[in-house]
């Protein structure tokens, strides 16, 4: 009886290896085939979702509504004053800071336990919402409260200033009392980030560093590789400064905004539809003020403030639920 040896083995295994080879290959070409498929599915989807995914009807408490190159928005107008809102779709997103963004941000100023609370994680929102493309105006407050208690009273288009969360609260009552099938209410901090970034990972909607032409802030004191500029020492009417990509407006800077959360530490895992603390001495407020260095004006910057604490940069920005 023959080895095995004999029939070729050598041969035999080189032909098996070789059409082993052909097969594997063949098979990585075609995941490689499926894997773009699937990217560009996602990303149709993706972008599916951010223009249709309030189910193509508006809102019932709209006045009017539409799309545009920023995607679609609704208008809420009471006593004639009109405010307009953005759809923002559900997504995921990194908030917070990476260390890289720290270490830029104590070059320019910023105190360690300033940028300490910006721990980085992933954050998926699961639900589609309506942000108001500006802060809430004096007009618009005047409407609905009937006092004006802004200290920059140079015209009603100005952001409200001077509230407190709770004096924000008690709008947000009126308002819902006065509009039917209304419920309006505040961002959540993650839904703030989320609409203020647009999509972007830099430490601003429009990259590495701000100038005064593109917010409101201390020119004296800029970010990074920013240079020195002007410093209004003021409110300035709302809309009068560019938009993110998403189409909002001062989301940096101008005045802080109010955010429904407690103020407390990150998750250091990643999270769906994040709500904050249970509790806290403090709401978050976000965005930085006319009055504050460019590092509290990023995007991943935060702080909080006591419930009835008010001051001539803080004021906030309405956000309302999808009609269901």
Not at 170 to 176: E, R, V, W
Not at 236 to 265: A, F, R
């Amino acid at each position: 009886m023959r080895s095995l040896s004999c029939f070729g083995t050598t041969g035999i295994s080189r032909r098996l290896s070789c059409n082993l080879t052909a097969i594997i290959s063949a098979m990585n070409r075609l995941a490689l085939v499926i894997f773009f498929v699937v990217i560009l599915t996602a990303l149709k989807a993706s972008e599916d979702l951010k223009t249709t995914s309030f189910a193509g009807t508006p809102p019932a408490w709209s006045n009017a509504s539409g799309k545009d190159q920023y995607g679609n928005w609704a208008e809420l107008t009471v006593a004639g004053v009109t405010q307009r809102f953005r759809w923002v779709a559900p997504g995921t997103f990194m908030m917070g800071s990476s260390s890289a963004e720290k270490t830029v941000a104590l070059q320019s100023g910023a105190a360690i336990s300033s940028v300490n609370d910006e721990t980085p994680h992933l954050v998926t929102l699961t639900k589609g919402y309506w942000l108001a493309d500006s802060a809430c105006t004096q007009g618009l407050w005047l409407a609905i409260v009937g006092v004006n208690p802004a200290a920059f009273k140079e015209s009603l288009e100005n952001p409200v200033e001077m509230v407190s969360r709770d004096d924000c609260e008690d709008f947000l009552g009126k308002l819902n009392a006065k509009i039917p099938g209304a419920k309006f209410r505040f961002p959540s901090e993650a839904e703030w980030e989320f609409a203020c970034r647009a999509g972007t990972t830099t430490p601003y909607s429009f990259g590495e560093t701000i100038t005064p032409a593109q917010v409101n802030y201390d020119g004296n004191h800029p970010f990074g590789t920013g240079q020195k500029g002007l410093f209004r020492q003021k409110t300035v009417s709302v809309k009068s400064l560019p938009p993110n990509p998403w189409g909002l407006y001062e989301m940096h800077g101008n005045v802080w905004q109010w955010c429904s959360d407690w103020y407390g530490d990150y998750p250091s895992g990643a999270v769906s539809d994040p709500n904050g603390p249970p509790s806290g001495l403090g709401r978050v407020v976000r965005g930085g003020g006319r009055r504050n260095s460019a590092w509290h004006c990023r995007s991943a910057s935060r702080s909080g403030s006591g419930p009835s604490y008010r001051n001539s940069s803080l004021g906030f920005r309405l956000a309302a639920q999808a009609s269901p």
